[in-house]
């Protein structure tokens, strides 16, 4: 039978969606004292069986808040709801619910409140202080917390930050009872953990499993934790919480193909939650360093090509001009594999170590640049949204095809002084064609080559020299401009 629009209403609650799922947001029970009982090695643990929950849930419940949402609905958004129920029930031939008749005149009534989703939070501080997912308070008019002892109160939203999905909400208690956090670093793949939540608007939902994965990788700033803790729509922003009582994640995203639970869910890292909460406490909002660089993956092909030991760094495929990275000397092309002394193992741990930087700091910046190491030297600025340069023009007659060119199956012609200066370049190859081995490994018209073998090429010369010297039987890596952006492309052996 057809779901009514008040269940849809309280169902719309926070999914957020990943892949071909509809992702539903969870909920973790906090913790309050320890359960050293409970928290017993892999081998001791198995021998005593299934650990019990029941004391957990006890300690932890108070902490727990159910969040529900109001929003604002308009007069014409209201009526034209209302018709286009009425239009359905009149086209089957079906008689009108009651309740269901238009209402008369609206020009004299005010925006209606409507239900506009259910959530979980847990406590941070006896002051009133609660943390929860962004997108679970996201246009709300009015957010509605209620306690386990059915006290509910107005809550402030005093800062939601989208990126890491972390926001905190206030409410006028004194007395309450905050959760305990955890240290991440202990958090151990197949421990037990357990939620508590509101899926589906039923309160106080406890759901245990275990850690399934750590670091997994869904988001720019943030690395998951997955879970098979059952979590469906409504436990958005509740704690996920260790055996000792502590809370380790908060409750965000399931991978689902029906909308429901499938055995996949994933939880915000305490610890970064942590850092977002208290930069929203102190200031209402996030404020995250960059130093102004499109970057791209670094594979193997690209590693061996480039001299690389091993697949590692983040590929600089494009500088901003004016920004931190063009001022202390980054260049398209480069590989960044350490920043303020950390490592960058892969590309995705770029983008949060600069995030995670106070804008002002001065650090160190390693890059792998022709060969070699490279230090550089530069001052961290907030984020802001990067401007985009544009792209070569290809119209230009092509010139006369070299034998090195032809090989690689190319035809290319220099850069002109215009197009330098607009693509603010030294110099650089136009493709006009590619077919065969270039062909194969991604090139295509409109590209602009700007280096091989690790050496700068401004123009034709250049390349043929480049190639000149190369083992024949070893991968040739190219330097490509293409539209905004640089990446590498490698053309191996038996590809030519």
Known sequence: MPISQSLLRRLKSTPLVLGAALTAATVLWQPGASLAQTASAPAASSARGLPDFADLAEQVGPSVVNIRTIEKVSQSQAGSQEEQMLEFFRRFGLPVPPGASPRGPRQNRGPEERPSGVGSGFVLSADGFIMTNAHVVEGADQVIVTLTDKREFKAKVIGADKRSDVAVVKIEARGLQPVRIGDIGRLRVGEWVMAIGSPFGLESTVTAGIVSAKQRETGDYLPFIQTDVAINPGNSGGPLINLRGEVVGINSQIYSRSGGFQGISFAIPIDEAVRVSDQLRASGKVTRGRIGVSIAGVDPDIAESLGLKKAEGALVR??????????????????????????VEKSIDLPRLVGNTKPGSKVGLTVWRRGAYKDL???????????????????????????????FGLTLRELDAEEKAELKLRGGLVVLDASGAAARAGLGEGDVILAVANREVLGLKDFEAALAGLDKGRAVNLLVRRGDWVQYFVIRPNSR
């Open 318 to 343: 494009g500088v901003e001009e004016g920004s931190p990275a063009a001022k202390a000397g980054v260049e398209a092309g480069d590989i960044i594999v350490k920043f303020d002394g950390k490592a």
């Open 377 to 407: 030297r530069l001052t961290v600025v907030a984020l802001e949204e990067e401007r985009v340069a544009k792209a070569a023009g290809s119209e230009k007659p092509p010139a006369k095809p070299s034998g090195a060119a032809q090989a």
